[in-house]
């Protein structure tokens, strides 16, 4: 059964309190993001937590592999990051940072050409662009 909120399945995966978190070659600073790091323990793989996810949750499937699947919530501004029973869960202050973390995940996980269709500006069109700043 789903987690009717992303504060429940918080408290089901992730027991430690999230940390500061920054963009890539950012420092990590108070009102950015936070991130909360956690297990998906050692059954079920990503199906577990396929299906507990709450609503709003939606696979980037151009993000995921045999060992990677990647969720993201816009309304929460949340990136979910499912890797061989590791859960990282980031929550961005805004849209602004939250569309420049997709746009910097694509570099990680794409190739450059792949990539360049993943800036923050094209990032939000894809996406539905329907949060504010």
Not at 28 to 34: D, E, F, L, Q, S
Not at 95 to 103: G, P
Not at 105 to 121: C, D
Request: glycine share 10%; hydrophobic share 35%.
């Amino acid at each position: 059964m789903p987690c009717a909120t992303l504060d429940q399945f918080i408290g089901v995966f992730f027991p430690n309190p999230p940390h500061p978190f920054g963009l890539p070659d950012e420092p990590a600073a108070p009102g950015r993001g936070v991130i909360y790091r956690g297990s998906a323990g050692f059954s079920g793989g990503d199906n577990s937590v396929r299906r507990m996810l709450p609503p709003g949750f939606t696979e980037v499937e151009e993000f995921s592999d045999a060992f990677r699947t990647v969720w993201t919530n816009e309304q929460c501004r949340a990136i979910l990051t499912y890797c061989e029973g590791d859960l990282d869960l980031t929550i961005d202050r805004n849209a602004d940072l939250f569309y420049s973390r997709l746009s910097s995940a694509a570099r990680f996980y794409l190739s450059e050409s792949a990539a360049r269709k993943w800036t923050p500006e094209t990032a939000r069109a894809q996406r539905g662009g329907t949060l504010g700043t």
